[in-house]
Antibody, heavy 122, light 112 residues
């Protein structure tokens, strides 16, 4: 059974860089037709897609965040990471990592982490 | 303002049928991108409910069904049950800039 677990600081100061890691267990991050996504959800609000990385290293980012976001993969640790620079209070949210499956078409994000709350405050 | 538009709320009595709409445009749903639906119970991570417009992952009851036509998609829930009370999100991709993922604003389903 695949499991994803987010980890990282729960509190980040304004203007600093938010860094989160998603550890994948129960399967190899580099095998299969998968992509690995980050999604966030401010309290009481809807989901916002941040970006994804394919096992090939190719990435797609939300245009509204693209200038501040970097998603990378560390296959040796079976992890992928999110870095969001120059954060403000508007970046306060629960951050989820998720696995997506693709083939003839996109099969959606079928496994999700439990989410981790990141608060931006001084 | 979400790229995909959903009604903020819908409601229905147990046993009834409800539908949730997801309206996009020619750069996302209308461009041929598939639509996925997620169910989010309070305090939990979203769960994939429908993928590829109308397919159910293993374990999802056949009371849930999805469809897509033109620039819109719909989620239908029949035989409404109390445990269906949750937030529902549609998701697709947009070709306007590098094929990024887009979500609807979410719909709160209340079982009366």
């Amino acid at each position: 059974q695949v499991q994803l677990q987010e980890s990282g600081p729960g509190l980040v100061k304004p203007s600093q860089t938010l860094s989160l890691t998603c550890t994948v267990s129960g399967g190899s991050i580099s095998s299969g037709s998968y992509y690995w996504s980050w999604i966030r959800q401010p309290a009481g609000k809807g989901l916002e897609w941040i970006g994804r990385i394919y096992t090939s290293g190719s990435t797609n980012y939300n245009p509204s965040l693209k200038s501040r976001v970097t998603i990378s993969v560390d296959t040796s640790k079976n992890q992928f990471s999110l870095k969001l620079s120059s954060v403000t209070a508007a970046d306060t949210a629960v951050y989820y990592c998720a696995r997506g499956l693709y083939g003839d078409y996109d099969y959606g994000q079928d496994y999700w982490g439990q989410g981790t709350l990141v608060t931006v405050s001084s | 303002q979400s790229v995909l538009t959903q009604p903020p709320s819908v409601s229905g009595a147990p046993g009834q049928r409800v539908t949730i709409s997801c309206t996009g445009s020619s750069s996302n749903i209308g461009a041929g991108y598939d639509v996925h639906w997620y169910q989010q119970l309070p305090g939990t991570a979203p769960k994939l409910l429908i993928y590829g417009n109308s397919n159910r992952p293993s374990g999802v009851p056949d009371r849930f069904s999805g469809s897509k036509s033109g620039t819109s998609a719909s989620l239908a829930i029949t035989g409404l049950q109390a445990e269906d009370e949750a937030d529902y999100y549609c998701q697709s991709y947009d070709s306007s800039l590098s094929g990024w993922g887009v979500f609807g604003g979410g719909t709160k389903l209340t079982v009366l």
